[in-house]
């Protein structure tokens, strides 16, 4: 028996842009001046984009401050490689990062950043969005804080804030995805014109206690790198779909089911241009996952690559 599976996967931003918002007395890119920094650190308020050094400074003269904090939106695994000395942790694509955000006070001053400043955007734009007035965005990354020698710690060493369990997100509507989770696929892309061959593999992991599933993809080769989430989202009453790529790309799709069909359908965008895609999974008596690719980003729908995937050591 065969089953055809819709999936939309895609490639995500790897560039998503932080904003920051112009006041009085800072320069056009949101960044301190030099001479204000002094100042600056005394009396933090607004939303700035600050440099590694500038972060460092501020973290030394308000560490004793219990109105001041470090916010770190990466991985559990890459914050226990290694974090900023008392961040709090909490990945940014995670399904219940809206209600995380809603529980910390407003009124306090935070300091966020992630590796290279990609999560950190995005949580930038929530807490904007949200009402968060004095925020400091370490926009160059914990990557380029370590390039200057500046210490880090490693394990988990995060304080908890908690989410009101009434808000916590239900794990049943994600078992339309068993057909896919806690595997990982190898297979083989071809080149847009057939002359070369690379290897590209997707993992589809449960995480959270089963409130979300975790997808990643790569192809080293080109050095390609996907990440994101599969979750349950609560104003569309949906289970949706989050991907990032290193590629500078986002999706963001939603997933239905009927009669055993489980479809994904959403929009990519690329720098510059947006459009529709989706995927067909099709899932073979012999253990194979076909993929196949589908955008209209010329008009009418086109087919795009076809991918032959089985399970890693089967």
Known sequence: MRRTIFISLGLLVAGLASASVS????????????????EA????SGIENISCEQAREIIQDRRQDPNFIILDFRTNEMFDESHIAGAIRHDVFLPDIDDWLKALD????????????HRSG???????????????????????WKRLGYETVSGNTSSAIQVPAASRI?????????????????????????????KTDRN??????????????????????????FYWDREAQKVAVLVLSSRGVVERGTVSIENGVLTIQGTMAFPGRTFDFKNTFEFTADGKMIDRWFQ????????GHVVEFREQGK
């Open 106 to 117: 407003r009124e306090k001053t935070y300091l966020i950043y992630c590796t290279l400043g």
């Open 23 to 38: 006041r009085p007395g800072k320069t056009s890119a949101g960044l301190l001046p030099p001479a204000s920094q002094a």
């Open 204 to 229: 589809f992991q449960i995480v959270r206690d089963g409130s979300a599933v975790r997808y990643t993809s790569s192809i080293a080769e080109i050095d390609s790198f996907s990440e994101g989430y």
């Open 170 to 198: 239900p794990s049943d509507p994600l078992k339309i995805l068993e057909p896919l989770v806690n595997r990982h696929w190898v297979g083989e892309m071809k080149s847009p014109d057939g002359s070369r061959t690379f």
């Open 122 to 144: 995005i949580a930038l734009e929530k807490m904007k969005e949200m009402g968060f007035v004095n925020i400091l965005h370490m926009h160059e990354g914990i990557s380029r």
């Open 41 to 44: 650190r005394k009396d933090i």
């Open 296 to 303: 209209n980003a010329s008009g009418p729908w086109q087919p």
